[in-house]
């Protein structure tokens, strides 16, 4: 990742819009609200929304989700299925010889990143002349309880790095408490490189564009502050990359799609509604640390408690001032604790009527762009 990140677009201060895996789907992919406990906590009330599923695949593109584990988790395939997502490939459609990660009593969340990607490489034909795809991939191994496939050789990974990093004995002491955390996001990673290197053996490779990101932090090691919860890595890497570029601006899931979407429409002269219902208002490119924008997080499904506005971040009933590296301080500032109060209220009233009696947009857009079989 960190080799990666080096010739890619990098942004290094990115937050997830949730804090479990239940908010990254409609936030990822629609730009979406949460209701009262997530979007997808809405099951068949889900209201009629565009996503980028709906608006690629109303201009000829083809979708499909990749996911080791179970899709009906957390209402997950309900949501892909009422977007017409082409192709919905989980634990139940692999064939036999591909491997699960080490079950505990029982129980395993899948099967590992490897295993996935490799099936993934296996199911999508390789051609240039092919339709345009948008394809989906949730990896899950770097997940409680941390266990993966020959975790020995990633343990000792993790000591290597430890090494490569010039810790001292007394913090390597106090990492090896999360050795299992810390060896899955090195299974990963070495997944993740192998599957680049077999994607770069492809004729699609040159044609593509890959967009990588965690869909919510890993709260198992312990956080330097409260908008650490959120932070997560965004690398957008493409062999079509003119140039490579860091980014310390704050954004969020919310603006991949509005900013992916405006980049095809300039670009290709893709087809996109003229009236969004994003909450998102597109990726800040900004080299230097700013955050332009204003939006809520939803750490679990009970508790919307974070909003950030400029570069302040509410937490309940803490304000937090925020910091070039996302380090925060607490202030005390009543002026600004009730402009972010007041416009986080002015959220969650609106968000309460989602899957109520609030529409997400309107019919002439929806019968357009919504998720319909084009």
């Not at 565009?50 to 000829?60: E, P, Q, R």
């Not at 634990?91 to 079950?103: N, T």
């Amino acid at each position: 990742m960190d080799s990666l990140s080096g010739k890619s677009l990098y942004w290094k201060n990115f937050l997830s819009e949730g804090g479990r895996t239940f908010a990254v789907l409609p936030s990822l992919m629609a730009s979406l609200p949460f209701s009262k406990n997530g979007f997808l906590e809405l099951g068949d009330k889900m209201p009629p929304h565009a996503s980028l599923y709906s608006v690629l695949k109303f201009n000829g593109y083809t979708t499909s989700f990749y996911y080791g584990g179970d899709a009906g988790f957390d209402n997950m395939s309900l949501f892909l299925k009422k977007n017409h997502v082409d192709e919905l490939r989980d634990i139940q459609s692999f064939p036999g010889g591909y491997v699960k990660l080490p079950a505990v009593n029982g129980f395993t969340w899948g099967y590992n990143d490897k295993e996935l990607f490799r099936y993934y490489l296996a199911t999508r034909a390789d051609s240039e002349s092919k339709s345009p795809e948008l394809n989906v991939i949730l990896t899950v191994a770097s997940h409680n309880p941390f266990l993966v496939n020959d975790q020995p050789e990633y343990v000792s990974k993790f000591e290597q790095r430890m090494d490569e990093l010039g810790f001292e004995n007394p913090k390597k002491d106090t990492y090896r408490n999360y050795k299992l955390q810390y060896s899955s996001i090195m299974y990963t990673d070495d997944a993740l490189r192998s599957f680049f290197q077999e994607c770069k053996k492809r004729k699609d490779f040159a044609n593509t564009i890959f967009v990588i990101t965690g869909d919510h932090r890993m709260p198992e090691i312990p956080m330097s502050s409260k908008i650490d919860r959120y932070h997560v890595p965004l690398i957008i890497y493409s062999p079509l990359l003119k140039r490579n570029a860091q980014f310390a601006s704050v954004s969020t899931h919310f603006d991949i799609v509005p900013s992916l979407l405006s980049f095809l429409k300039a670009s290709y002269k893709l087809k996109v509604p003229d009236q969004a219902s994003w909450m998102g208002e597109g990726l800040d490119t900004a080299r230097n640390f700013r955050n332009v924008h204003q939006y809520p997080l939803i750490q679990t499904k009970t508790d919307i408690i974070d909003f950030i506005m400029g570069e302040y971040h509410l937490n309940g009933s803490s304000l937090y001032k925020m910091g070039p590296d996302l380090q925060e301080e607490s202030v005390a500032d009543q002026p600004i604790y009730k402009r972010l109060k007041n416009a986080f209220d002015h959220f969650k009233r609106r968000n309460a009527g989602i899957g109520n009696r609030a529409g997400i947009l309107p019919d002439s857009v929806l019968n357009k762009y919504g998720p319909t079989k084009h």
